[in-house]
């Protein structure tokens, strides 16, 4: 079953702050996140393990509650650069790892 | 750094006829896998595939789909007879072990005409 994530889009000014959620209904072994531009492959952003840890990159890092198998991507000061569809990928723990994907949020970063 | 190359990047072909896709995973990695991408729609799982055998597969992975790994580096996936609802952007991904991280290839564009 896959994630259910909001909102569907969002539009920021630069410097402006996002947060985008991630919930599914299954228990998860992890959850990944990509961001993915118009006509590109997705670029992988972090992953996130169970174990409710929170990771960071530059300003962009995420949280994840295994408890509520929820996942949030926190998104701060953006920048023009941030824009494009950020997609979770949640890994219920499968022998082959696979990973299913939410609808997406269109992100767009005005000037 | 190392990354996961795909072709073509553009195929057009024909209802009923075979394609093949190609790519070459990272090479230290294990894990590989097929996902594809309807125009204006989310990724969709096809595959995974690891010690040269498919580990699990999607409902749309059906008789018409086909993956191998024909030497070292390549990594194939076969569509045998195709219809106009594959027309999609497929995408290979490789994973260096279990449960880490998947990097993805830049995409094959398919059109079914």
């Known amino acids: 079953q896959q994630p259910v994530q909001s909102p569907q889009a969002v539009i920021l000014r630069e410097g402006e702050d996002a947060v985008i959620n991630c919930s599914s209904s299954?228990?998860?072994?992890?959850v990944h996140w990509y961001r993915q531009k118009h006509g590109e492959a997705p670029v992988f952003l972090m992953i996130?393990?169970?174990?409710?840890e929170q990771k960071g990159h530059d300003k962009i890092s995420a949280s994840f509650n295994e408890k509520k198998q929820q996942s949030s991507l926190y998104l701060t000061a953006s920048q023009l650069s941030y824009s494009g569809t950020y997609f979770c990928?949640?890994?219920?723990?499968?022998?082959?790892?696979?990973?299913?994907f939410g609808e997406g949020t269109q992100l767009t970063v005005n000037p | 750094e190392p990354e996961v190359t795909q072709t073509p990047s553009h195929q057009v072909t024909q209802m009923g006829q075979e394609v093949i896709l190609r790519c070459v995973p990272i090479s230290n990695h294990l894990y590989f896998y097929w996902y594809r991408q309807i125009l204006g729609q989310k990724v969709e799982f096809l595959v995974s595939f690891y010690n040269n055998e498919i580990s699990e597969k999607s409902e749309i992975f059906d008789d018409q789909f086909s993956v191998e790994r024909p030497d070292g580096s390549n990594f194939t996936l076969k569509i045998r007879s195709t219809k106009l609802e594959d027309s999609a952007m497929y995408f290979c991904?490789?994973?260096?072990?279990?449960?880490?991280?998947?990097?993805f290839g830049p995409g094959t564009r398919l059109l079914v005409l």
């Open positions: 990928g949640t890994d219920q723990g499968t022998s082959g790892s696979r990973l299913t």
């Open positions: 996130l393990l169970k174990g409710g």
């Open positions: 299954k228990a998860l072994y992890s």
């Open positions: 991904a490789s994973m260096e072990q279990a449960w880490k991280t998947q990097y």
